[in-house]
């Protein structure tokens, strides 16, 4: 019986072709015992060689048992090593696809916020770049960053001059305010005046 052409493992092959020999060999030796009706020494010293024959067939196809059995826990050994390695890389790439996940969500959410800054009164970008040419070969960020500045910028000067012309309103207040003072003053002097003068104009009513 020929061997199984689709066995390529060396040590397979091998221990196949050793239990083929062995059992051929016990085969022969079964049919020289059943030859044999009177057993004679000569007989007896060529059954006992093939009897060597056998067991040195049978001791190399332990052998190779043993070898193989030693090779399959090898084997499934380093399998398991295997298996280990692969689910924890196939844990960690999990662990990296919900990362990555997550971050695209956080990135989402950024790219969607209504950000405050898109709701300033900015002046246009023609506008701007005409008045900062130094700006003209900016990217958008560093644009966008200018144009803000540019618009706090103005807003400082804008609330600077608030503030001064509220203290020169609180002047012309406080002025107007003197000078009404100033009047009433006045007015509280002229009626003393003339009350004082009563009297004097009633003496001269009285000679006229």
Known sequence: MGLDNTITDPALKQALETSQLA????IALLDLSSSIADPTQENQLQISAQQKVLLAHLAQLRGSHRDAHLGARATK?????????????????????????????????????????QQLPLIPIEQFLEEHPEHANADEVALMVARIDHEHAERLALEEQRQGLLKKKQGLIADNKKRKDDLANLDKDLE?????????????????
């Not at 059992?23 to 016990?26: D, K």
């Not at 398991?80 to 996940?101: K, S």
């Not at 003393?192 to 006229?208: G, L």
Request: aromatic fraction near 10%; charged fraction near 30%; proline fraction near 2%.
């Open 77 to 117: 050994a380093l399998t398991a090593e295997a298996r280990q390695e692969v689910d924890r890389l196939h844990l960690q790439l999990q662990n990296l696809y919900y990362e990555q996940r997550h971050l695209q969500g956080e990135i989402n959410a950024c790219e969607s916020y209504d950000h405050k800054y």
């Open 192 to 208: 003393k005046f003339i009350d004082a003068a009563k009297p004097i104009q009633k003496t001269f009513e009285k000679v006229v």
């Open 23 to 26: 059992r051929t060999q016990a």
